[in-house]
């Protein structure tokens, strides 16, 4: 398909109204027709284009082709936006999936509602996404490649150019007389996508001619497959959804309903996070429909972690909290414990008969008394029963007088210090910071026969 700007304008003209357009702009050949073309339509969409080049840092020219970007958009009267991204070579996730992770990532932080950002990946590159999905044995979501559109951050993620293909941009080039970088390492067969684009798919184009629109059309036809599985999942999903990052597992019915590696890969994704490698995610959900009562089961992979408790399946980071130390506290302004852990605060200073507190956490064998005519009773037997995990009863703080618990946050309060902060009528209050802490907190809250503070 030839490309120039009226087959641009259409491809545009079928979205919703943008508020700016954002190009990606590497400098290379792909993104420099889309940008010129982008250009020269400025005054007919009456919207603004700005380029957008991100920097990161790998290879040992990447501040020349940050230059190159400069001097190309100064000569053509371009607005460009530089990004510099920081890439970890220890993610877990190889150091390209990282770089397109930090890259994306620094793009939507830049987008506000209604702008839209525009790549040039075209036909060819949607045949290699697939044949390389394909040699990952990804299922029809993989196979569906790169979608047209989709949101990214608060704006949205344009790809028009994947009915064209590559020839079409380099014959736009050469009319109009363009420069563009060439980057060596595209040539370089090690590399997966090279491998693809140098190799396998001239072969194939020369058995099968137009394999690559072939190819892509198949991309279209399983997205669509994609498209309608995600909305019977998203279905599936929303009665068993307790919290964002908490699923009940289903049962009966809902068990039936949908494949729960599938269902499970739409509840990652609605979370932001990469799924994991499917034998692993498949060997998770075979243990968890053969787990006995008490089975500690859990999925770890480089972007969260996958905990079953009660029942239901729990999401967290892939770096588990840890607590803070211990503080000393006097009670007259809020007391800040970490990320995960929150804030304890009173709605006034208390009047305490010993003056400072010492706030920490579990060691183990902490007892706390609920009332005069019972024993202490178990920290652990206490959180257990506030329906709180394991793992996030290490990070539930704990306000002691000296060796005396005086309150499990604000889930139990031992008997004479609530009496002691009642006759002062201040309360204590607890804001955990980790936004699944803090619905488990409320759950205990809303389900405890007695009122707030004396779970238990």
Known sequence: MPFD??????????????????????????STALLHAMLALRERLDTPVRAIHVNHGLHADANAWEEHCRDWCERHGAALQVLRVSVSRSSGRGIEAEARRQRYRAI?????GGDQFLTAHHREDQAETLLLNLMRASGVDGLAG???TRTLGAGLLVRPLLEVDRDALRAYLEEHRLDFL???SNRDPVHDRNFMRLTVLPILEQRWPSAASRIARSARYCGQAATALERLAERTLEPLLKHERLLELPTGDNADTLDLALLLRHWLRRNGLDTPPAARLDEFCRQLAQAQPGNHIALAW??????????H????SARSATP?????????RPLALGAASGIMTFSAPPRLSQPELQVTFRCGGERIRISDRTPRKSVKSVLREAGLPPWQREIVPLVFAGDRLLAVADLCLDNAFRRELENQSVQLSWTPGDALLAYTRQRALERAVDPPGTLG
């Open 5 to 30: 700007h009226d087959f641009l304008e259409s491809e545009l003209a079928v979205l919703p109204p943008a508020r700016k357009f954002w190009v990606g702009f590497s400098g290379g050949a792909d």
């Open 108 to 112: 939507a932080e830049r987008l506000q």
């Open 146 to 148: 790169m979608p047209r």
């Open 182 to 184: 060439e980057d060596p």
């Open 302 to 311: 480089h972007d969260g972690l996958v905990r079953e408790h009660d029942g």
């Open 313 to 316: 399946l729990w999401l967290d």
């Open 324 to 332: 803070p130390p211990g503080v000393t506290w006097s009670g007259d």
